[in-house]
């Protein structure tokens, strides 16, 4: 599976927009860009995924560059809530495709 | 509540005990997985499941016996587990294995082996 390459840690203050970025350069046309998170003492939760093109929903935004070597993982307004790991994941479109979690991005939100 | 329920929360049992891990879900996927998660380690997938049919197991030891009868539930059989063993449990649900499918999680199982 191809890597992705994530900070290990970022911190942001509350109601602020937060930018997480991850590289990936040896992604495939194949690959999808997924986000999962996970909160203390709880299991990874699906944030969002893409391929291609820019996505939106209620959670966050997910920008991907044009060259899809790198993505972004937008969180418009970070609440304490946010505070989580953060995983971006590479996963082919084949049908045995796999969920293999890196070590994140730990995300501290201060007040 | 995820969709995914797991149970029990949290067990401490001995080297010599036989316990079971419950998953379910009601989400209508056909696939489910166990996942493992040490401290300060990623989280390590165990086995998945297709269709009730398991497609993968990823080394895991002997004492780790994983059992899907249908595609609403799974469980992870335990026996003669060693201390390295204690970690969370976390079982997963997707609607097909492609890459083009979310995983959904449960709060997963604490387990302490003493």
């Known amino acids: 599976d191809a890597k992705t390459t994530q900070p290990n840690s970022m911190e942001s203050n509350e109601e602020e927009p937060v930018h997480l970025p991850c590289n990936h350069s040896?992604?495939?046309?194949?690959?999808?860009i997924h986000w999962y998170r996970q909160l203390p003492s709880q299991g990874p939760e699906y944030v969002i995924h893409g391929l291609t093109s820019n996505v939106n929903n209620r959670m966050a935004s997910l920008a991907i560059a044009e060259d899809r070597k790198s993505s972004t993982l937008i969180l418009h307004r970070a609440t304490l809530r946010d505070a989580a790991v953060y995983y971006c994941i590479l996963r082919p479109t084949g049908t045995a495709s796999k969920l293999t979690f890196g070590t994140g991005t730990r995300l501290q939100v201060t007040l | 509540e995820t969709g995914v329920t797991q149970t029990p929360r949290h067990l401490v049992m001995g080297m010599t005990n036989k316990k079971s891990l419950k998953c379910e879900q009601h989400?209508?996927?056909?696939?489910m997985y166990w996942y493992k998660q040490s401290a300060k380690k990623p989280l390590e997938l165990m086995f998945v499941y297709n269709f009730k049919e398991q497609t993968e197991n990823n080394s895991v030891p002997s004492r780790f016996s994983p059992e899907c009868p249908n595609s609403s539930h799974l469980f992870l059989h335990l026996h003669t587990l060693q201390p390295e063993d204690s970690a969370l449990y976390l079982c997963?649900?997707?609607?097909?294995?492609?890459?083009?499918?979310?995983?959904?999680f449960g709060s997963g199982t604490r387990l302490t082996v003493v």
């Open positions: 989400l209508g996927h056909n696939a």
């Open positions: 997963a649900s997707s609607q097909e294995t492609g890459g083009t499918y979310g995983y959904t």
């Open positions: 040896t992604i495939s046309g194949t690959d999808y």
